[in-house]
């Protein structure tokens, strides 16, 4: 997905929306869907702000197990700023279902709802189906903003399904979630302590491929060098004239020198026009180009499909699937969702929503060792081949909080297992408390992922995210016969 996409709304060209109050929708069967799903789903909008008329579509899928009341719930973003949860997170990355060529479902047999009931919120407004009345909200829209309004929503959200409330809560996501989910993790904290009710049972957060630190998360110079996609030279005039870390500052204040836009154009052409730095593995989905229209359609399916085997991917052109999946009126009819007809389709990032660039340069990392010191435990994971927030800085960034708290490495950096393959490395950091080690910080790899680690690697993500509800070590032996 895109880190940093921006768009401005000029005030009074969007009409305003029709009034939406809170809703709790079951979903009786989604278009394409398979058949033999036994659990049940729903979707619809919490309003967050009446006043302003602010509310955030979601999309929650229960557990697929006899009694999902006993299976913790957990709740994904996606980043962006400004990215669908329900795009990416849901269809795309570890719901049940995945958008196929012909319109209809697959089945997703690494789905997290195997394990957790899962809760997809778009957010904030503008992104997505979620809206506001005031239009002129969707401009310079903050991190200050969006935690109260995601706080707002968990709110919300309870009451239309009270029976969750005592289910012990998870916060995930990724890439720019670096700054959603701690953000809320710590209003949900300070609820807990002023609410005389019942506490919020926030267990752990898990972030994947995470903003953190602009001035380190972001320097991916040395991955795409190291992985061949730039030159010598060009990685050298990265680290002199203008590193990734300064480039992004200034950009955020719409300052960037002639010479630092050069290198940019520099490694921009040789990293070439069918490469993704989210995933420099990707295959290039060939579907909306030039080339389709002198090929059949099933010529490029058949390409495509040989390409997911080969590889071990799922389709390159899943995004395209969904974009058309999720633009189908049917479907939204069927998700409950455009209910106030917006003045757009809907879109994987941004759609109606400015965000405030400053916000984007806060560091995170004094909020994550405040959230450890209250006894949150922490899961930071990285694919391995993503050069937009390279593994290699938020492996930094895990060292630097660690040594900050004064925590031991609780054994060492080593590789986990996916049934009897590598799913990747890691390392857990804590102290000991009554001779007994207590993990509070972990960094894994998930080897072989992208920037979206469930959308490349649904197997391994799935081995990681029952490692990380259970609060245990991954794997460090491989699975015999």
């Known amino acids: 997905m895109m880190i940093w996409y921006f768009i401005v709304i000029v005030n009074g060209v969007i009409p305003l929306f029709s009034s939406c109050t809170s809703t709790a929708e079951l ?5 394409g869907q398979p058949d033999g799903v036994s659990f049940k789903q729903h979707s619809g ?3 967050t702000d009446t006043r302003r008329g602010h509310a955030l579509f979601y999309y929650f899928v229960e557990a697929d ?5 006993s299976y913790p719930l957990t709740l994904w973003f996606n980043g962006g700023p400004g990215c669908s949860s329900l795009g990416f997170g849901a269809f795309e990355e570890h719901g049940p279902f995945r958008p196929a060529g012909d319109g209809g479902l697959t089945k997703n047999e690494f789905s997290w709802n195997k394990v957790s009931n899962m809760l997809y919120v778009e957010s904030p407004i503008g992104v997505g189906f979620s809206y506001s009345n005031t239009t002129s909200d969707y401009v310079n829209w903050t991190d200050a903003d969006t935690a109260r309004a995601n706080m707002q929503f968990l709110l919300g959200w309870y009451k239309e399904y ?11 996501g990724e ?7 701690p953000q809320l993790a710590a209003l949900v904290l300070d609820y807990n302590k002023q609410s005389h009710g019942k506490p919020i049972k926030l267990k752990a957060i898990a972030l994947g491929n995470p903003l953190l630190d ?7 110079a040395t991955f795409l060098w190291s992985h061949g996609v730039i030159s010598d030279e060009t990685l050298k005039l990265k680290e002199t004239v203008c590193n990734d870390s300064r480039h992004w500052t200034e950009l955020i204040h719409h300052k960037i020198s002639k010479e630092c836009a050069g290198v940019l154009e520099r490694q921009m052409e040789e990293l070439g026009n069918f490469t993704d730095p989210g995933d420099v593995l990707a295959p290039y989905c060939f579907s909306g180009t030039a080339a389709m229209q002198s090929a059949s359609s099933s010529a490029w399916d058949a390409y495509h499909a040989k390409l997911a085997r080969r590889m071990v991917l799922t389709d390159p052109c899943l995004g395209d699937y969904i974009f058309s999946y999720l633009n189908n009126p049917q479907v939204q009819k069927a998700l409950h969702a455009n209910t106030t007809k917006l003045p757009s389709v809907w ?3 941004s759609g109606l929503l400015s965000y405030h660039n400053v916000d ?3 560091d995170i990392t004094p909020l994550l060792s405040a959230l450890i010191k209250k006894h949150l435990r922490v899961l930071l994971f990285s694919g391995d081949q993503d050069s937009k927030i390279p593994l290699t800085q938020t492996r930094i960034i895990a060292n630097m909080i660690a040594r900050e708290l004064k925590f031991t490495s609780l054994g060492k950096y080593a590789p986990w297992y996916n049934k009897k393959q590598v799913g990747g490395w890691t390392e857990s950091f804590g102290r000991s408390r009554k001779g007994k080690n207590a993990t509070h910080l972990t960094f894994a790899t998930v080897r072989g992922a992208a920037h979206e680690v469930p959308y490349t690697s649904p197997e391994q993500a799935l081995t990681l995210f029952k490692a990380f509800l259970k609060g245990s070590s991954l794997p460090k032996v491989p699975l015999k016969n």
């Open 27 to 31: 979903i009786k069967k989604l278009p």
């Open 45 to 47: 909008y919490i309003t």
């Open 65 to 69: 197990a006899r009694d999902p009341l």
């Open 162 to 172: 009270p029976d969750y409330r005592d289910s012990d809560l998870y916060l995930s």
């Open 175 to 181: 890439s720019y979630a670096g700054h959603y989910v």
């Open 214 to 220: 602009l001035r380190l998360s972001v320097d991916g």
């Open 347 to 349: 879109q994987f990032c």
């Open 360 to 362: 984007i340069g806060i």
